[in-house]
Nanobody, 125 residues
Framework: QVQLVESGGGLVQAGDSLRLSCAAS????????MGWFRQAPGKEREFVAT????????YYADSVKGRFTISRDNAKNTVYLQMNSLKFEDTAVYYC??????????????????WGQGTQVSVSS
């Protein structure tokens, strides 16, 4: 089992940058693929980015490709989401999630068993 705590959200202007962090408890963090998802007001939660257990494989939603970068530091049990050139439409609650596997890196949120509480990102236009 793993517990996840996100941080780094806030209110920024369009064009600014933010870095989200997700700290995981437990000694088996490196056995999990990690993902970031987001939910905007009135919308379904959607995929943002995922990263394999060792960081070798990353996947991004088309809407964030080229602007967001997912990374991880297994020594610190932390996954990051660097968000550049933020847009108003990036406004959402951002969640990190963990999937127990060194073989797969799902983009389907329903495959992720462990979730953080979320951190709010608000971008003013």
């Amino acid at each position: 089992q793993v517990q996840l705590v996100e941080s780094g959200g806030g209110l920024v202007q369009a064009g600014d940058s933010l870095r989200l962090s997700c700290a995981a408890s437990g000694r088996t963090f490196s056995s999990y693929a990690m993902g970031w998802f987001r939910q905007a007001p009135g919308k379904e939660r959607e995929f943002v980015a995922t990263i394999s257990w060792n960081g070798d494989n990353t996947y991004y939603a088309d809407s964030v490709k080229g602007r967001f970068t997912i990374s991880r530091d297994n020594a610190k049990n932390t996954v990051y989401l660097q968000m550049n050139s933020l847009k108003f439409e990036d406004t959402a609650v951002y969640y990190c999630a963990a999937y127990w596997s060194r073989l797969r890196t799902p983009i389907n949120q329903y495959e992720y068993r462990y979730w953080g509480q979320g951190t709010q990102v608000s971008v003013s236009s």
